[in-house]
């Protein structure tokens, strides 16, 4: 059996692809493996949303040099969003790289690696390709499943890469994500995460067109209240009364949004394109907190952006403090190819940027906290997925509906159980707590995690 080395950079997306990557290889005789030595096939699944991860990609793809000179027939592949955006510049960029594939190409990996001749190329001009659902997806949890209900995005912020990448916005048919969902249900899995670049726009394009929230209520049925479900990442813009509501009255839909703001200056959000003000975004959370007051919020914020005074960094700092974030992934401004923000002028250094997400990162820190220490004494209900104490048979991890990791202790529950704990410690990250009870549920088709078993995981 050949054997694949597969890593991962950047978002769920890109993890949702190597699932897929390992599903179509699986079909054609690969093996997953961790130890680069014994590969026959190494594959990167690359991100480009900033400098930093792509250098990441390079860099890592500069320490098979060596092993590829060693191993005779030793196969070495570029996939992902770096792939898209430089195609064949990296075959002529690394010689030792053999074939090239963009996000959107993916099913023509088996093509690509069944001609040993040639060093392949398939990138697309516009990517619109959506991965067909018979094709194969390899998962790695056997609780919680990723389900993609859209891809690309047509919102082209100034300072992003996505739509160049991943290309225009496409949906999938409703019924399509409904039964991909029935078949994870059945199978026992535990929670299912919608996945889109801007996942509640999901349906305007579809003839006939379908709406997110229409979505949600049919998943929700289908669920019957065995899965958690959660999405990422809405845009502000179409947070709408209609989603609020879902939010507050599907019994499965979880209390927490990943809502991105990038800014809280209108003047920066202005020059990035985000198609909202401070005050439409503050009205959003207003919206959904008074339909649901449990409802954790998380975001994503650029610091640095072009053109970004202190005073507007300031009022980046003031929507943190006002709206209060339970988390968030806070990102110096990196400069990518393509992109209008790329053209400005007036870029920040990198002394200030540092200062910029240090500051913000403190003040993130500090509410998170609070936010988290109002969980003492309270009880939560978790579902189990070890994911954050992997090799320890004791302590116990896993997330309240809110989306916050607990850790607890106890030998009993396993991966996929719904449990009581009570939380007895919190930091601005995580949650402590002691084992009540298991809460009933159990998961019908649990698998066994320790290992990875390409062929009896996939779908
Ligand atoms: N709509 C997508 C956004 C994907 S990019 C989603 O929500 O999934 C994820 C985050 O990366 C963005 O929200 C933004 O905060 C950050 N990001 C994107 N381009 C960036 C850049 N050029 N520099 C720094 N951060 C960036
Ligand atoms: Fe990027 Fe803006 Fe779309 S951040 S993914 S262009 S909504």
């Given at each position: 059996m050949p054997k694949l080395k597969l890593i991962t950079f950047g978002c769920q997306a890109n993890e949702l692809d190597s699932e897929r990557i390992v599903g179509l290889l699986a079909r054609e005789g690969y093996e997953l493996i961790e130890r680069d030595e014994e590969a026959d096939l190494i594959i990167l699944n690359t991100c480009a949303i900033r400098e930093k991860a792509e250098q990441k990609a390079y860099s890592r793809l500069g320490t098979f040099q060596e092993l590829k000179r060693r191993k005779k027939g030793l196969r070495i592949g570029l996939c992902g969003c770096v792939a898209q955006q430089e195609g064949q510049a990296l075959l002529a960029r690394f010689p030792y790289l053999d074939f090239v594939v963009g996000p959107a190409q993916l099913t023509s990996l088996p093509r690509l690696l069944r001609d040993e001749t040639n060093r392949g190329l398939a990138t697309a001009r516009t990517p619109t390709f959506s991965y067909p659902v018979s094709a194969p997806v390899y998962r790695r949890s056997a609780v919680k499943a990723w389900v993609s209900i859209m891809e690309g995005c047509?919102?082209?912020?100034?300072?992003?890469v996505v739509p160049f990448t991943r290309g225009r916005e496409r949906s999938r048919p409703l019924q399509e994500i409904v039964e991909e969902i029935r078949g994870l249900k059945q199978r026992g899995y535990r929670e299912v995460t919608l996945l889109g670049q801007?996942?509640?726009?999901?349906?305007?394009?579809?003839?006939?067109p379908a709406s997110f929230v229409e979505l949600l209520e049919t998943i929700d049925r289908v669920v019957e209240g065995e899965m958690r479900v959660r999405f990422t990442s809405p845009y502000p813009g179409d947070v709408t009364q209609e989603l609020a509501e879902a939010m507050a009255s599907?019994?499965?839909?979880?209390?927490?949004m990943h809502l991105p703001v990038q800014s809280g200056s209108d003047r920066t959000l202005r020059r990035m394109k985000r198609g909202y003000s401070r005050d439409d975004y503050l009205k959003k959370v207003e919206l959904l907190r008074t339909k649901t007051p449990a409802l954790a919020l998380t975001t994503d914020i650029i610091v640095g952006?072009?053109?970004?005074?202190e005073r507007d960094f300031e009022e980046t700092l003031s929507l943190i403090q006002e709206v209060g974030y339970d988390g968030a992934f806070i990102f110096k401004y990196s400069t990518r190819p393509h992109t209008p923000a790329a053209g400005l002028s007036d870029q920040v250094t990198e002394e200030i940027k540092g200062r910029r997400l240090e500051q913000a990162l403190g003040l993130l820190n500090s509410l998170s906290l609070a936010r988290n220490r109002a969980y003492l004494g309270r009880t939560v209900e978790v579902l189990v997925d070890h994911e954050d104490v992997?090799?320890?048979?004791v302590r116990v991890a896993g997330r309240t509906r809110e989306n916050k990791i607990v850790h607890f202790s106890g030998e009993g529950p396993t991966d996929g159980d719904l449990v009581l704990v009570a939380i007895t410690g919190a930091s601005a990250l995580h949650l402590q707590g002691e084992l009540i009870c298991a809460n009933g549920a159990k998961s019908s088709g649990k698998k066994d995690l320790t290992t990875l078993r390409p062929l009896s995981m996939i779908s």
């Open positions: 047509d919102r082209f912020c100034t300072f992003c801007t996942v509640n726009s999901y349906g305007k394009k579809l003839r006939p599907l019994p499965s839909l979880c209390e927490h952006f072009p053109g970004e005074t992997k090799r320890d048979a």
